[in-house]
């Protein structure tokens, strides 16, 4: 379950522009139809696999430079199913191979996923609001959720993020909790949808990351009026400094 979620979480991200289109309900059909049959023969269900994952949404991902923040960006992603025929066709050929597989050491196969994990942890917002919690505020961008919200309002918002990641991890763990993990997952839905909106304004959810789908306004926009609500506090503070003195 905590693989599916975080797989459809970041793979369905506003960022990688993704059209999906009705085919995308066919398939969710299918996987429940799948998913149904499983459960009646006793097979473990169909679940995303993370790394893989973003791995093809990487690969068919076309980037262009944006000149206002002189990084890339996301400009189309090729939404295809030849692609993943493919891949899993070839995964099946492995079959055949499996006696030359056993001579591949299992730290060399561990390596390699480790190597696709940490690679895809670039561009993570959750990541990067980690390391930007013990960075200098001026070595950071403009539009980093430090400058627009300050930078108590984004740990806090962070250290509930971790708190939920560990809580996740310790349910899993736990063989007598393990059973009732889709609970916990509804959990965390609650959770975001209507108990944080109590403390955090779409604005601010939008500019740490997380925003609400298909409630808030662009990025962008958003991000420029947190940048002047910055701006005029700063400029609020210089002149009551100025008056004091």
């Known amino acids: ?50 790394v893989q994952s973003m791995n093809h949404l990487k690969a068919m991902t076309t980037t262009k430079f944006n000149e206002e923040t002189q990084e890339a960006a996301i400009d189309h992603v090729t939404e295809t199913r030849l692609t993943g025929f493919i891949i ?7 079959v055949k ?48 959720p430090i400058n627009l919200l300050g930078r108590k309002k984004m740990n806090i918002f962070t250290s509930l993020q971790v708190a939920c990641l560990g809580g996740l991890w310790a349910f899993k763990q736990n063989p007598a909790t393990a059973i009732f993990f889709p609970s916990v997952i509804g959990m965390l839905i609650a959770i975001r949808g209507l108990i944080l909106p109590k403390f955090f304004s779409e604005e601010e959810l939008v500019a ?33 400094s100025t008056s004091s003195s």
């Open 97 to 144: 191979a499996l006696p030359l597989l056993q001579y591949l050491p299992i730290p060399v196969v561990s390596g390699v996923f480790l190597y696709l994990g940490r690679k895809l942890m670039i561009g993570n917002s959750f990541i990067e609001r980690i390391g930007d919690a013990f960075a200098e505020t001026k070595r950071l961008p403009k539009k980093n």
């Open 1 to 50: 379950f905590m693989d599916q979620n975080i797989s459809v979480r970041v793979i369905n991200n506003p960022d990688n522009k993704l059209k999906k289109g009705p085919a995308y309900n066919i398939d969710m059909v299918a996987l429940g139809l799948i998913t149904g049959a499983l459960s009646l023969v006793g097979l473990p269900w169909m679940c995303g696999a993370t």
């Open 88 to 94: 899993h066709a070839l995964i099946a050929s492995t």
């Open 208 to 240: 740490l990351g997380d925003p609400t789908p298909k409630r808030s306004k662009s990025k962008q926009q958003i991000e420029e009026k947190l940048e002047q609500q910055q701006q005029q506090q700063q400029q609020q503070a210089a002149v009551a």
